[in-house]
């Protein structure tokens, strides 16, 4: 398992220059086969749906979920465990706060997110929860994304809503 994931990232990575700028293949393997416990959390990325890649963020480097829609596997969850139990009827099995902390990643910040799209366009017929603000959760709402129009746009909801359509994207430090 652990080659097979490795050879589907190097693919990815070569595919994907755009995303990693002067970095090199055997600089992430290497960090890979020395650290388990992020080949394993990169493997879960990988089993949602995430398609995950290198990208820098700030001056840190990242694997990111970089699917062109919102992980399949990581769809119709509310925002976090709280909205989650404040359901009277037809909660779902989970949420991306908590699906998250299962992976080993953190969902994206609106920052994250805007860049992660200046490198390509996703989320175009999905959207994406993204880190919301503690004001804006404290008032039972929570922050998500998407591509449409040819600009990205941030919306709000109830952090208890849940659609088909949508999911999160995470980040794990490498």
């Known amino acids: 398992m652990v080659n097979k994931t490795i050879e589907i ?3 990815r990575f070569e595919k994907n220059k755009h995303r990693h700028g002067g970095v090199s293949w055997s600089t992430i393997e290497d960090k890979l086969r020395k650290n388990m416990n992020l080949l394993a959390t990169v493997e ?3 089993k949602t749906g995430g398609e995950p890649d290198v990208v820098e963020i700030g001056d840190k480097l990242y694997f990111v979920d970089c699917s062109l829609e919102s992980p399949k596997n990581r769809r119709s969850l509310c925002y976090d465990r709280k909205s989650r139990l404040s359901r009277k009827e037809h909660a779902p ?9 299962e992976i080993g990643i953190e969902i994206l910040t609106g920052e994250d997110y805007r860049q992660l799209q200046s490198l390509g366009e996703i989320d175009l017929k999905t959207s994406s929860w993204v880190k919301t603000p503690k004001e804006v959760r404290d ?7 998407d591509r449409r129009y ?4 941030f919306y709000h909801n109830g952090a208890e809503s849940y659609y088909a359509s949508r999911g999160f994207r995470g980040k794990v430090k490498i």
Do not use: H, P, Q, W
């Not at 099995?93 to 902390?101: F, H, N």
């Not at 008032?139 to 994304?145: E, H, I, N």
């Not at 040819?150 to 746009?153: H, L, P, S, T, W």
């Open 93 to 101: 099995l989970s949420s991306a706060i908590e699906m998250a902390t």
């Open 150 to 153: 040819d600009r990205v746009f």
């Open 9 to 11: 990232l190097r693919d």
């Open 44 to 46: 879960k990325m990988e």
């Open 139 to 145: 008032l039972g709402g929570a922050v998500f994304a």
